[in-house]
């Protein structure tokens, strides 16, 4: 009995090792929890910021990425409504082209859906106080933007000629073929859709180009073998 007794004073409750166990833990999970609130708040903060404070660039012109996609498409609009391409000529003149003329259109829809994905990218999120700069959107009309250049944009000084081939005392002879001169712009209508593109105000001038022959030397190689021949 005085055994008995002896055990029951010197054990342990088993209720009471399980109550120092769970205040043992209980700081590891407060801290656990902070924790994550913590960084939840800060995630979230980063966010806002970088919904409310982000701004948007378009053709120089600033936007507020705040604004409702319907908000940012009139103000795109607007901006590129009044553009006007400036070209440059030979004689010092100048001379402005609508959107119609080069056979271009903004489309502000496309444009805010690229504003958008590169707002919603992880590399902005992390720096959200850059602006973003995406240039305009421009549709084109391929055949009015090709006579557009070929009209406004194509000066041409002296024609190129091109090879023939001649019978000289029964002999094939190639006259070869000379190229010509024009003033243009490189790349003319890549240069006309990015100067749109960008609303750029600075004034494309036209330069003194070469104009290639329509037909080389070369390709009358194989037709003079053959004359030869007979």
Same mark, same amino acid.
């Given at each position: ?19 120092? *166990? ?17 960084? +939840? ?13 982000? /701004?948007? /660039? ?6 507020? *990425? ?12 607007? +901006? %590129? ?16 082209? /609508? ?5 271009? *259109? ?26 973003? /700069? ?23 000084? %002296? ?62 190689? +194989? ?8």
């Amino acid at each position: 009995m005085k055994k008995q007794r002896q055990e029951i004073t010197e054990g342990t409750p088993p209720s009471r090792e399980i109550n120092e *166990s769970k205040r043992q833990r209980l700081p590891w999970r407060r801290i656990a929890v902070f924790g994550l609130l913590g960084v +939840a708040l800060v995630i979230g903060s980063w966010l806002a910021c970088d919904l409310t404070f982000t /701004t948007f /660039t378009v053709g120089g012109k600033q936007l507020a *990425s705040r604004h409702y996609d319907s908000s940012l498409k009139r103000s795109i609009t607007a +901006a %590129a409504a009044n553009y006007r391409l400036t070209l440059a000529y030979p004689d010092k003149t100048t001379k402005s082209y /609508t959107w119609a003329d080069m056979g271009l *259109s903004a489309d502000a829809a496309s444009t805010v859906r690229a504003l958008r994905h590169k707002q919603y990218t992880w590399s902005h999120f992390v720096q959200w106080w850059r602006p973003i /700069t995406a240039p305009l959107q421009v549709s084109a009309n391929k055949p009015k933007l090709t006579a557009f250049v070929k009209s406004n944009a194509s000066i041409v000084v %002296a024609p190129a000629q091109n090879a023939q081939l001649t019978i000289v005392n029964g002999t094939a002879q190639i006259v070869s073929a000379v190229p010509g001169k024009q003033y243009s712009l490189s790349n003319a209508e890549s240069a006309v859709r990015e100067a749109a593109s960008s609303l750029s105000t600075q004034p494309l001038a036209l330069r003194l180009v070469q104009l290639p022959p329509a037909r080389n030397d070369a390709s009358l190689a +194989a037709a003079k073998a053959q004359l030869t021949t007979i």
